[in-house]
């Protein structure tokens, strides 16, 4: 078995507007808020049908992982009547005995067919045990009617040392039947490249994660904020020029000048604005592809639209809020393309989280 490089997929999103797809409900609305990017990867994933079946959660918030890993199950295995239009009935607010009997289970972390957790059982030792590993991977062997989902909370070589990791390796290689392994670790570095070259990358958010680079100081409230930033990063000057013109930042300028020119207000005027910003997600995944470093390219587009709205950013307490929350999608975009989930679907993410939020922002 040579190192392979895996399963990296992108997940395209449908460029047409009027054709977007439709958002399975599969998280929690807390979850969903605390961890956007990650949510909206999965549930774009699942409505596609193309859920890996390993993935490496990376970053240091343990419990938005166990959160995400969870509500999955629960959607993968619930077999209650609404779940195609209200998710699964172990995420709704209902009497715990009126759920199905598989998200009672999954709930409770034990449901024998569709809930593994890979560690020692009786917590005497920090690694796991070999013996746990071949007994979970002949489990997994049998064909069951259940997705089963598998978490190692701690990958790390140190715990998911070599013999045990390799016991596995097989069953994610060739799974039988839908599985879904969730590896959680700090960072990819301490993983079993064995492993990692098998899984998808997900970066989750921290807890009040500070902004980072040039776009950070917008967020100082400095008035000359712009030309600051431009000054500090000299190689951000040629792509702000570039975006400048794209019909997306006129949408946004039409908006703050309230001349709805070419865009009529309402829905239509959404779905034109999520198509230009698509097409604009095309320009950022081309500057890319050529090279350009992704996150001088995420600034510069943040730095185009800083531009646009100029001082107001500091004097309406709308607009801060707006660029405020701008600077943060930003940064995890920054995140995901560092690392290795699929570059259009990260991108696509982005812009479509932004034209909502510059939707949602009067004037
Ligand atoms: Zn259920």
Known sequence: MGARLCNIKSISIDASPLNLPSMTVVFDQALTKSQPLVTKFFVSAMDQGKLAHAYIFVGGNNRDKWLTVRQMALFLNCTDGEKATSGACGIREMDESKRCQ????????????????????????????????????????????????????????????????????????????????????????????????????????????????????????????????????????????????????????????????????????????????????????????HDHDSDAVIDGAVLTEV???????IKEPGMSAYLRDLLKLSEEAKTHLRRYVGKKAAVDCFVIDWTNLRSKTRA
Not at 149 to 168: C, G, M
Not at 307 to 313: F, H, K, Q, T
Request: hydrophobic share 40%; aromatic share 8%.
């Open 307 to 313: 531009e646009i709205i100029g001082n107001r950013a």
């Open 102 to 289: 598989s998200c009672r289970w999954i709930r409770e972390g034990k449901h024998p067919q569709a809930w593994f957790e890979l560690k020692d059982p009786d917590s005497t030792t920090t690694i796991i045990p070999v013996d746990r590993a071949r007994q979970i991977s002949a489990e997994l062997s049998k064909t069951s009617s259940y997705k089963r989902v598998i978490v190692v909370e701690d990958a790390s070589q140190e715990v998911f040392h070599r013999p045990a990791a390799n016991a596995l390796l097989k069953t994610i290689e060739e799974p039988r039947g839908v599985l879904l392994f969730a590896f959680f670790a700090r960072s990819v570095e301490q993983v079993l490249p064995t492993i990692v070259s098998r899984c998808q990358i997900v970066p989750f958010r921290r807890d009040g994660e500070e902004l980072v680079g040039p776009i950070a100081l917008t967020s100082q409230g400095s008035k000359e904020v712009l030309s600051r930033a431009l000054a500090e990063h000299r190689e951000l000057v040629p792509l702000v020029a570039s975006m400048k013109d794209r019909k997306f930042f006129e949408w946004s300028k039409s908006r703050a000048s309230r001349t709805y020119g070419r865009h009529s207000e309402g829905e239509s005027e959404h779905a034109i604005a999520v198509a230009d910003a698509l097409d604009f997600g095309k320009m950022i995944t081309d500057l890319i592809d």
